[in-house]
């Protein structure tokens, strides 16, 4: 567990797109964030080496700041050990947390980070959205579109993937 300083947000980042025709720097810029598949999730901190990676890949995905109920249900739904097991009271007393509500606060306050835990999957693997995607998945937040940073409205498409 790596101590982190206070002030910082839980981001969720969501790949969207596939990266057939992509650059290659895009495709090694999502494989350093885990988001090897679409309908990838992944809990991130707003360090600036984590944003400049988004928003260098922000052709091919989607993220905002998390919300703690958010993060909670993610974890307690999608989260998985290594081996594709679901995650238990046992398991997460050997990260040093005595629940998943406690692990989710330390995620929400950036005190643990959810990507370097042992025997953890980093990656949340999601359903499409339920009833789909509001926009064109070609297009950018602001332009009606579906791609790039969204602020807190990342938790109602998360939740819809969940």
Do not use: H
Not at 9 to 28: L, P, T, W, Y
Not at 55 to 71: D, F, L
Not at 82 to 110: D, M, P, W, Y
Request: glycine share 10%; charged share 30%; with cysteine.
């Amino acid at each position: 567990m790596t101590e982190k300083a206070k002030g910082n947000k839980c981001i969720i980042a969501i790949r969207v797109r596939g990266v057939i025709s992509a650059r290659r720097e895009d495709r090694e810029t999502l494989r350093m964030l885990n988001l090897t598949r679409n309908n990838y999730a992944v809990l991130i901190d707003d360090r600036s080496s984590f944003l400049g990676m988004l928003r260098a890949a922000q052709g091919y995905v989607t993220w905002g700041e998390a919300s703690k109920e958010t993060i909670a249900t993610l974890i307690m739904k999608r989260g998985r050990l290594a081996g594709n097991k679901r995650l238990t009271e046992e398991c997460l007393q050997k990260v040093g947390c005595r629940s998943i509500e406690e692990l989710a606060q330390s995620v929400f306050n950036c005190t643990i980070e959810y990507w370097a835990l042992l025997n953890i999957q980093p990656v949340f693997r999601l359903k499409p959205p339920t009833k789909g995607f509001k926009g064109n998945i070609k297009k950018g937040v602001g332009q009606g579109g579906e791609l790039g940073y969204r602020g807190d409205r990342i938790n109602e498409l998360a939740e819809r993937m969940i």
